[in-house]
């Protein structure tokens, strides 16, 4: 028999704890990815002589596969004395991927701001903090939330990489059970079905919060 339901059946509760573990690890992934992308993006704009050295950084970053930085990471810094348990240096790994992809997304939208509006707010003796706070972030934000939600997607279907340093989520998981039974097609099965549902979901509610931000905007 190909599909053994029973077998699925009572696989299926150690799969659902695992999924738990990818979930915690997109979940900060992404808030390391949003937030270090906010950063990077206000100090381009904030000190202009950094935009070079960050676009090296946000270039070198994006154009070296995600598997490698997790395994620098993981394996090469603790030469340097920083040693790290396999979830930290799987989470920091995604997050610090993702947040070069999110602060090209904030850059666009900072860069959609009218000019005259910080000319404006310079005139009113606006605090540079107050003019990203009050008059900028307010109005960049929402129409990057579609970017930043297919980031986040992204960056769940990314954490099966996590399985390469032995981090217990879905497909590390998957695969002990695999090796321990000798039956594959149910466990990874599993796995796809876990994770289609989980991006529908995150897809639905990225999609609500747009219709949210978007109705509030034209009030």
Known sequence: ?????????????????????SIEATLLGFAIAASLGLVLAVIRIAVPWTGWTISVLVELIRSTPLLIQIFFLYFVFPKFGLVLDAFTAGVMAIGIHYAAYCSEVYRAGFDNIHRGQWEASIALN???????RD???PQAIPPIVPALGNYLVALFKETPLLSAIAVLELM?????IGSETFRYTEPITLVGLFFLAMSLVSAALIRALERLLNRRNTR
């Open 1 to 21: 028999m190909i599909w053994d339901w029973s077998f699925a059946l009572e696989i299926l509760p150690v799969l659902a704890r695992a999924a738990v573990i």
């Open 126 to 132: 606006l605090s540079s903090w107050t003019t990203f």
């Open 135 to 137: 008059i900028v972030i």
């Open 172 to 176: 590390q998981t998957a695969k002990i």
